[in-house]
């Protein structure tokens, strides 16, 4: 028979497994090691929040990587803070998105020249694993989609 404290153990254990995946992924999304953030995922998929977007599979999710990138190339996060919900299989984070509009900038539409102007909004994100897997599912960006256009002063 299982006990509380060994039950406890291992939900320690993957939540701490998970948090270090969940790490490792936003690191390698910083420095544009899209191999790494691919291997992270036991299934790519990100479901963008903001805008409504899936990207489901690994050539979709390269495509939001580039779609992304090219208005701003420097894209980065900082995470403010992590916590692990082993009771649902989550790994959420708080974090600052930042970066340079140094890209054309699709919008629906039209295309935003870049500006060279910088911006940094607050996000949160829920990370989704497998039962008893450290590997991502599915990444969930909750954003607001103007945030970073008033950012870069775009109207």
């Keep these: 028979m299982t006990t509380p404290m060994a039950i406890a153990a291992v939900d320690d254990e993957l939540s701490a497994a998970r948090i270090a995946t969940v790490r490792k992924h936003m690191a390698l999304e910083c420095v544009g090691d899209w191999d790494g953030v691919i291997a992270t995922f036991a299934h790519p998929r990100y479901e963008l929040y903001g805008n409504g977007r899936v ?14 990138r090219t208005p701003f190339p420097d894209q980065a996060n900082e995470i403010i803070a992590i916590a692990a919900d082993p009771s649902k299989d989550e790994v959420l984070v708080e974090f600052w998105l ?4 140094l890209g054309p900038l699709m919008l629906p539409g039209r295309t935003v020249a870049a500006t060279g102007r910088t911006f940094r909004v607050r996000m949160a994100a829920t990370f989704e694993f497998a039962p008893g897997v450290d590997r991502i599912v599915c990444e969930r960006p909750y954003y607001d989609q103007g945030a970073v256009l008033r950012a870069l002063s775009i109207d």
């Excluded at 930042?98 to 509009?101: A, E, I, R, S």
């Design 55 to 68: 990207f489901d599979g690994e050539a979709e999710v390269r495509r939001y990587f580039h779609s992304s």
């Design 98 to 101: 930042t970066g340079t509009h």
